[in-house]
């Protein structure tokens, strides 16, 4: 719709040259048709004027280069009959020039029948009414404004949209469960109910401020990261209203042309990867749309000399750079390593490869790179292509890249055996190197740095226990059994972690080291921010052995979360879990919502939903359909077969 504003508010006022929408004032309208009616007249008298001058021009074929086509005219002609030498010289000679006199009547007959068309049209318009004209112009500028709409909003080809298969149900049987599931999908509504009032539209919710809140990982902008990332939550949940009322906030102001410096990784699990999710889930197209326009703005990122992406974009400028405190200006390998997943469905949604050709590029990257030890050091150079630091990390910093790697094989219908081998690789070695087992027992992973093993385990490696026991099965030499063993020795640990702090909540890192044990030393590692880690894992044994303790344990976690976090302005963090007398950090984590209350929800429900063999988590929690290409391609369409 053409609206008043694009006339200049200010200043000089630029006389209209097309007629206004119907909606604008009648006389300004009226002004308009009789102004089109001069111009068309000038015009039509304009064309007859010029047109007319042309005949009465001396004859020009004596200039011989009159009609000579483009070609002719940007390409010299070397005669070298003559010993013509100079390519700058047009030169046509005898033979050629009767084909050049035909060609100069034709170009006559069409310049005069061209001309006569032109009056036609001319003559023919003015013949029309008002309305008609009108009409026309209308029709018209409508043209232009589809025009303009179809570019911004890209026409998606039409792909085979994976199953649904078990978006909703898994209502328990067993009573005491039901309850507990409706606990947890109370302490949601507490959470979005929250986060609605008082935060609506920022990213994330200060619970006690009762006010928005946001963290450089977002950049300047406020996008919504809690609605986005709540979501499929919301939905396998049922809580239709407010994933209504989420979707209306995206359709509406989810806007990514923003000055805003955001982390691609951070941008692309949590944004990318929930609006994924939640057009799987719900079919509605305005949340491929929304993950499409913003992969674009991505993009950028990649554009670097090792096409390694930076760790940040800015998403107008597309500018990108690295965190100022990674080594030597490196990109971090849990960063550019967890894009994989995401980037293959873009592909597959939107037809268009470059996406899955960028995340290829870096694993062929990868490969050819030397690993000391058979590990990944977590910064790598995209500049130089070459590692930074030899810092290895199950936990932060390159925890999410070992998951993709497994969970590439399983989106793939476990067909990308490239990505399986990769895998089975880096665990082998995590296992050498990095696995150890306490004098109490527990069994933790260590990190490498500086040459040395060092005796700790972050909260974000607790992951890798639901990591390894879905790896089980497919792994090398038939070892299933035994990685489902070291999945439940991890959760067994981070269990350990939990139930050795006042809050019975597990802090940020912990040690093995002497007489401590799955204990936090530093003051700086005590907190807990609402993570999802450890229940993630407890789900996953659950899902594959079945064992009660698993739902027990999650129990737990969930009335450590209930009594420690909640506030009556939604769900806060506690800055140290070894104090009885919780100290709050406001801040209700978007993951809390993604992720932490999924996995719990999920940890009391049957395994219908979600079944683990068509859906695959990315590592904000955000299920994705198994792709089966085998009736299609991975860009979706059967025809590019
Ligand atoms: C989440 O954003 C993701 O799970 C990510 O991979 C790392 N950790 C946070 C939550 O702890």
Redo the contacts with the bound molecule.
């Keep these: 719709m053409t609206t008043p504003a694009l006339l200049p508010l200010s200043g000089r006022r630029i006389p209209p040259l097309n007629l206004g929408p119907p909606s604008f004032p009648h006389h300004r309208a009226t002004l308009r048709l009789s102004e089109k009616f001069i111009l068309l007249l000038i015009l039509s008298a304009f064309i007859t004027l010029c047109f007319g001058a042309f005949f009465f021009l001396p004859d020009s074929s004596k200039h011989k280069r009159f009609d000579l086509g483009l070609e002719d005219v940007l390409i010299p002609h070397v005669d070298a009959g003559k010993g013509a030498k100079d390519p700058g010289v047009f030169l046509i000679h005898g033979p050629d020039e009767h084909r050049h006199r035909e060609e100069e009547e034709r170009l006559r007959n069409k310049i005069r029948a061209d001309h006569e068309k032109a009056l036609e049209e001319a003559k023919e318009k003015l013949r029309k009414s008002r309305e008609e004209i009108r009409a026309e112009i209308q029709t018209e500028k409508n043209k232009v404004a589809q025009a303009m709409k179809t570019k911004e909003t890209r026409v998606l080809p039409p792909v085979p949209v994976p199953q649904r298969v078990g978006v909703s149900g898994g209502d328990p049987e067993d009573a005491e469960i039901r309850k507990k599931r409706d606990k947890i999908k109370e302490m949601m509504k507490h959470a979005w109910d929250n986060y609605r009032t008082y935060g609506w539209g920022h990213n994330e919710l200060r619970p006690i401020a009762r006010k928005g809140h946001s963290t450089n990982i977002f950049g300047s902008s406020q996008m919504g990261a809690t609605i986005v990332d709540a979501l499929d939550t919301l939905y396998i949940m049922g809580l239709h209203d407010e994933f209504m009322d989420g979707q209306r906030w995206i359709e509406d102001n989810l806007d990514f042309s923003v000055n805003s410096e955001v982390s691609v990784f951070?941008v692309n699990?949590?944004f990318i990867g929930g609006l994924l999710a939640a057009y799987y889930l719900s079919g509605e197209e305005i949340f491929k749309t929304k993950a499409v326009q913003l992969a674009e703005k991505l993009l950028p990122a990649f554009n670097t000399p090792t096409g390694i992406p930076w760790a940040m974009v800015n998403l107008k400028s597309g500018v990108g750079r690295n965190w100022g405190w990674a080594s030597a200006g490196s990109s971090i390998l849990?960063e550019f390593g967890?894009l994989h997943m995401e980037f293959v469905h873009l592909s597959y949604l939107t037809g268009d490869l470059t996406y899955y050709n960028k995340v290829m590029h870096i694993r062929k990257l990868l490969q050819k790179m030397e690993r000391p030890n058979g590990l990944y050091p977590n910064y790598l150079n995209p500049r130089t292509g070459r590692w930074g630091q030899y810092h290895t990390s199950v936990g932060?910093l390159g925890?999410?890249f070992y998951?993709y790697l497994l969970k590439a094989w399983l989106m793939s219908d476990k067909t990308d055996h490239e990505a399986r081998r990769m895998y089975d690789d880096a665990v082998e070695a995590i296992e050498k190197h990095l696995i150890k087992k306490s004098r109490g027992g527990l069994v933790f992973i260590g990190e490498w740095k500086n040459g040395h093993l060092e005796r700790k385990m972050g909260?974000?490696a607790c992951?890798a226990g639901g990591m390894f026991a879905l790896g089980a099965d497919g792994s090398r030499k038939d070892k299933a059994g035994h990685y489902l063993e070291l999945g439940a020795e991890i959760a067994r640990t981070c269990h350990e972690s939990y139930d050795r702090t006042a809050l019975k909540l597990g802090p940020e890192s912990f040690k093995f080291d002497g007489a401590v044990e799955a204990v936090a030393v530093r003051q700086a590692e005590k907190y807990y921010?609402l993570?999802?880690?450890v229940i993630e894992t407890y789900w996953y044994l659950w899902r594959f052995t079945h064992d009660p303790r698993y739902r027990q344990w999650g129990w737990e976690a969930a009335l450590a979360i209930e009594k420690s976090c909640r506030v009556s302005g939604g769900f806060s963090g506690v800055k140290d879990v070894y104090s009885p007398t919780p100290a709050h950090d406001d801040v209700q984590?978007s993951?809390f919502l993604?992720?932490t209350l999924k996995y719990l929800y999920l940890l009391f429900s049957g395994d219908d939903l979600l079944p683990l063999d068509h859906w695959v988590f990315n590592?904000?929690?955000h299920p994705l359909p198994v792709l089966r290409l085998a009736n299609t391609t991975l860009s979706g369409n059967p025809a590019v077969r």
């Design positions: 951070e699990i949590r849990a967890t932060g925890d999410s998951e909260h974000l992951f921010i993570r999802p880690e984590q993951f993604a992720e590592t904000e929690a």
